[in-house]
C-alpha cells in the first residue's frame, strides 16, 4: 500500500499521458491552423514592439536603480507634508521626481507606511508614481508621435485618478489596510532582507542601512546590479505583452478587432481587461497600445495607458501581499469605474 501511495502521482501522470494518447489517436489534432497562421505579421509586429521599446526600458530601470540605491527612504519620509490635500498632490507629483516601477514601489511604500506615512498618501503614490513620472511621458510621446495628445492626457487622467482615490481614501478609511505581519517577517523587511513576496528580491540592492555605509564604487555595483535584475524582471512581461499583442492582431481578423474596438464601452473594457492580463512595464506598454491605433478608439488606449500601470495581475497579487483583501477589491473596483468614466469623458472631450 505505501509503494502505491508513493508511486500515484508517477501512475496517475502515466494514466493521463495514455488518455491524451488514445484521444488524439482517436481524433488526430488539425495542424492546418498552424500551418495557416500568418506567421510573417506575428514576426514584424512582434519585432517592431520590442526594438522601439527596449530603449525606454533600460532607461527606466536604471532610474530605479540609482534612487534605489542613492537616495533613502528617510529623506522622502521628511519631505511628506501633513496636510492631506497637499499630501495626495506631493504623491502624485512624486513619481516625477522618482520614477520608480511599480513592483520597485510597493515594498518601499509598505515600509513608509510601517514607519508613519499615511495611507492615502501611499495609495496615490502607488497608483500615479508608475504613469506620472519623465520616462513614461517620453515614451508615450515617442510611441504616439503623430498624436501628442495622448501623452498629456495619459498624465492628465493619472494624475486625476490617483488624486481622487487618495482623497478618498483619507475620507472612508479609518483603520489600516494592511495585512497583520508575523513578527519574524516584519523584522526582516526593517532590516531590508525581504519583500515579504517571492519574486522581487532584487529591489533591496543598495538598501543595506544596517551594517554600515557602502563605498561609491559598492553603491554602482549595486546600480548596475538593481538595474540588471530588473531589466531581466521588466523583460519577461515586455515579451509577454508583445507576444500577446502580436498574436492578436495577427490572428484575429481586422472586422473582428474593427467592431470591438469601435464600440462606445466595448473598447474601453476590452483594453481594460487586456491591460490587466499583460501586466506589462509602464515605460514600455505606449508601443502596444499604439499598435492598435488603427483599430481601436483613442478613448480606450487611454485606458489601456492609465488602468494598467494603476492595476495589472502581477500587481495584484503584491497589493494582496501588503494590504487586506477588501481593501484591495474596493481599490480595484474604485479604479476601473474612474478610468472608464475618465477616459470617456476625455474622449468626449479633449481626443
Same mark, same amino acid.
Request: charged share 10%.
Given at each position: 500500500m505505501q509503494t502505491l501511495l508513493r508511486r500515484g502521482p508517477f501512475v496517475a501522470?502515466?494514466?493521463?499521458?495514455?488518455?491524451?494518447?488514445?484521444i488524439l489517436v482517436r481524433r488526430p489534432p488539425d495542424f492546418g491552423a498552424i500551418a495557416s497562421f500568418p506567421w510573417a505579421n506575428f514576426k514584424t509586429i512582434?519585432?517592431?514592439? *520590442?526594438?522601439?521599446?527596449?530603449?525606454?526600458?533600460?532607461l527606466g530601470v536604471l532610474f530605479s536603480a540609482l534612487l534605489q540605491v542613492f537616495v533613502s527612504e528617510r529623506t522622502v519620509r521628511r519631505w511628506t507634508p501633513r496636510h492631506p490635500v497637499l499630501g495626495v498632490l506631493f504623491a502624485c507629483t512624486l513619481g516625477v521626481v522618482f520614477p520608480l516601477c511599480e513592483c520597485g514601489m510597493i515594498p518601499i511604500v509598505r515600509r513608509l507606511m510601517r514607519k508613519g506615512m499615511p495611507v492615502y498618501i501611499a495609495?496615490?503614490? *502607488?497608483l500615479a508614481g508608475p504613469v506620472l513620472n519623465p520616462v513614461v511621458y517620453a515614451s508615450t510621446y515617442m510611441a504616439f508621435r503623430s498624436r501628442p495628445e495622448m501623452a498629456y492626457s495619459r498624465m492628465g487622467l493619472a494624475f486625476l485618478v490617483a488624486a481622487a482615490i487618495g482623497l478618498i481614501v483619507y475620507r472612508f478609511v479609518r483603520r489600516s489596510p494592511l495585512r497583520p505581519e508575523l513578527p519574524h517577517a516584519a523584522a526582516r523587511t526593517e532590516n531590508g532582507d525581504g519583500h515579504g513576496h517571492g519574486q522581487h528580491h532584487h529591489h533591496h540592492h543598495g538598501h543595506d542601512h544596517g551594517h554600515g555605509r557602502p563605498g561609491?564604487?559598492?553603491?554602482?555595483?549595486a546600480t548596475f546590479g538593481h538595474a540588471s535584475d530588473e531589466f531581466f524582471e521588466m523583460g519577461k512581461y515586455l515579451i509577454f505583452g508583445a507576444m500577446m499583442t502580436a498574436v492578436i492582431q495577427a490572428a484575429v481578423s481586422r472586422e473582428s478587432l474593427v467592431s470591438i474596438g469601435q464600440g462606445d464601452w466595448s473598447s474601453h473594457l476590452f483594453?481594460?481587461?487586456?491591460a490587466y492580463l499583460l501586466s506589462l512595464c509602464s515605460t514600455s506598454d505606449a508601443f502596444v497600445a499604439a499598435s492598435f491605433a488603427t483599430t481601436f478608439t483613442t478613448g480606450s488606449l487611454l485606458t489601456f495607458l492609465v488602468f494598467g500601470?494603476?492595476?495589472?495581475?502581477?500587481?495584484t497579487l503584491m497589493l494582496l501581499s501588503v494590504f487586506r483583501i477588501r481593501f484591495v477589491l474596493a481599490l480595484t473596483a474604485l479604479l476601473a469605474v474612474l478610468v472608464l468614466l475618465g477616459s470617456r469623458l476625455f474622449e468626449l472631450t479633449v481626443l
Open positions: 501522470g502515466l494514466a493521463c499521458i495514455v488518455l491524451i494518447a488514445l512582434f519585432i517592431s514592439i *520590442i526594438l522601439e521599446a527596449i530603449p525606454f526600458v533600460l495609495v496615490a503614490f *502607488i561609491l564604487t559598492g553603491k554602482l555595483q483594453m481594460m481587461g487586456f500601470p494603476m492595476l495589472d495581475l502581477k500587481n
